[in-house]
């Protein structure tokens, strides 16, 4: 079972490092390079829609991770588990303190409604999300390490 438990936990935190490292790396890009008020708007429309599953998958990862620590507690690599549960940890607590509050924004963006400044909080938005980004990295290699 708990062999089971151990790739569950690493396949989640993998696809959510993968949606991710997409976001910051090909997605953002691609709506950068769009013309006119494309771009804004394809940001916003990513916004509702990630917005609302990326909670769920955060929080869930994190408690695979803090299951997969307890009920491996006195086998091997349990202690890099509980440092990917601590990353994990704070890549919610990063994406609820700075990340979420401009999204929740940005989401209801339109072109006439935008703020002048709404570049900048993209660029400061992008910014905060390479670091999450990092973060879950390192997560999920530790989840991968504790796997051997």
């Known amino acids: 079972m708990l062999n089971a438990l151990e790739v569950v936990t690493t396949v989640v935190v993998g696809v959510m490092v993968g949606v991710e490292f997409s976001v ?5 890009p691609i709506l950068d390079a769009l013309p006119e008020d494309s771009g804004q708007l394809g940001h916003a429309h990513g916004g509702r829609m990630l917005g609302a ?13 803090a299951v997969w620590a307890v009920a491996g507690w006195h086998h091997r690599g349990t202690g890099l588990v509980v440092t990917a549960g601590a990353l ?16 929740n924004r940005n989401k209801t963006w339109t072109p006439d409604n935008r ?8 660029n400061r938005w992008n910014r ?11 997560a999920f290699t530790l ?5 051997a």
Do not use: T
């Open 24 to 28: 910051a790396f090909v997605i953002n």
């Open 143 to 147: 989840l991968v390490a504790a796997l």
């Open 53 to 65: 599953v990326m909670p769920f998958w955060y929080i869930g990862s994190l408690v695979l991770a």
């Open 88 to 103: 994990l940890a704070l890549s919610v607590i990063m994406s609820l303190l700075l990340l979420v509050p401009i999204n």
């Open 115 to 122: 703020p002048e400044d709404w570049k900048e909080q993209m």
């Open 128 to 138: 905060w999300h390479y670091v999450r980004v990092a973060v879950i990295i390192a």
